[in-house]
């Protein structure tokens, strides 16, 4: 289970550490936002807990929709942008805007091991490929996002606002996401356009990053 997780988020991570073109980030903090954001499942699971018979069972399109964006979407991104800002707070290496980018990405990278984890032990291995794919991508999607506003707080006077717009933004990639999943009322093919369309975004995040000046 363990390595049925881990092995399709390494890969992913090195698939998207091509892009960072500037000053290679190192290894061993990459590592570390994986962990960090690892560990981000640990508030995530209290956060939710209160609302698990509710995200289990079948609800009124309204409350779904609230629980997709508000208890979801919302404790998620937040832990996971907490987690690797605690991660790189301060870190020299974070000295790119696309920085920002890859070290969210790892973060939620990390994140998806867990859940993915969880999941596997719940249902098999047979769920491992998808998980591996969609959901991963799923996560480095909403991180990504978010990180792309990381990496242009990393170099403001005044970072809050900046941050509080990429978790926003987290937050309604995600919450559509799981609102398309717990309704069952949409196709599998439309999840897998709606993260086509948020790869789409992360990778035109990803050009401008790469095209901003470098910062010291």
């Known amino acids: 289970m363990f390595l049925a997780s881990l092995i399709p988020g390494l890969f992913w991570l090195w698939f998207f550490r091509r892009y960072d073109v500037g000053d290679k980030e190192p290894a061993a903090r990459l590592a570390l936002c994986m962990l960090f954001g690892a560990l981000a499942v640990l508030p995530t699971l209290s956060w939710e807990a209160p609302f698990r018979e509710q995200l289990q069972n079948t609800n009124a399109p309204l409350v779904q929709l609230a629980l997709s964006f508000l208890v979801v979407g919302l404790g998620e991104e937040l832990f ?12 020299e290496e974070f000295s790119e805007p696309m920085d920002g980018i890859l070290y969210a ?52 006077d005044r970072p809050f606002f900046t941050l ?17 999943l717990i309704t069952e009322a949409f196709s599998p093919l439309t999840v897998v356009v709606y993260i086509g369309m948020l790869q789409y975004m992360l990778f035109a995040a990803i050009r401008r990053a790469v095209k901003s000046p470098a910062q010291r």
Do not use: Q
């Open 105 to 156: 990405i790892a973060t939620g990278i990390g994140f998806s091991v867990v859940e993915n984890i969880l999941y596997i032990s719940a249902f098999g291995l047979a769920v491992a490929p998808l998980r591996g794919t969609i959901a991963v991508l799923a996560h480095i999607s909403f991180s990504g996002l978010a990180g792309s506003f990381l990496g242009r707080a990393r170099f403001e």
């Open 164 to 180: 509080a717009k990429g978790l926003a933004v987290a937050v309604w990639a995600h919450g559509l996401y799981d609102f398309l």
């Open 80 to 91: 996971k942008l907490v987690a690797v800002y605690l991660a790189v707070i301060g870190a």
